[in-house]
């Protein structure tokens, strides 16, 4: 099982990202998925943030759902 850190969704989450969430659960020990991560600087909204951020042996993933 993945590391979450993120224990659980957002309470506002839609029901793909739930379903994303459960599934990225399901990965290997090595791999860590934060949820709902901050940007630090977005081109057009003061404020914005990744879906998933998955961090593994050989790479970094970005996924918006």
Same mark, same amino acid.
Request: hydrophobic fraction near 50%; include cysteine.
């Given at each position: 099982?993945?590391?979450?850190?993120?224990?659980?969704?957002?309470?506002?989450? @839609?029901? +793909?990202?739930?379903?994303?969430? =459960?599934?990225?659960?399901? *990965?290997?020990?090595?791999?860590? #998925? $934060?949820?709902?991560?901050?940007?630090? @600087?977005? +081109?057009?909204?003061?404020?914005? =943030?990744?879906?998933?951020? *998955?961090?593994?042996?050989?790479? #970094? $993933?970005?996924?918006?759902?």
């Amino acid at each position: 099982m993945a590391r979450l850190l993120t224990a659980r969704p957002a309470h506002d989450s @839609r029901d +793909a990202e739930l379903t994303m969430f =459960e599934r990225l659960a399901a *990965l290997p020990a090595d791999w860590t #998925v $934060l949820h709902s991560l901050g940007l630090a @600087r977005h +081109a057009h909204k003061p404020l914005s =943030e990744i879906d998933f951020t *998955l961090v593994g042996p050989l790479c #970094v $993933l970005l996924i918006e759902v």
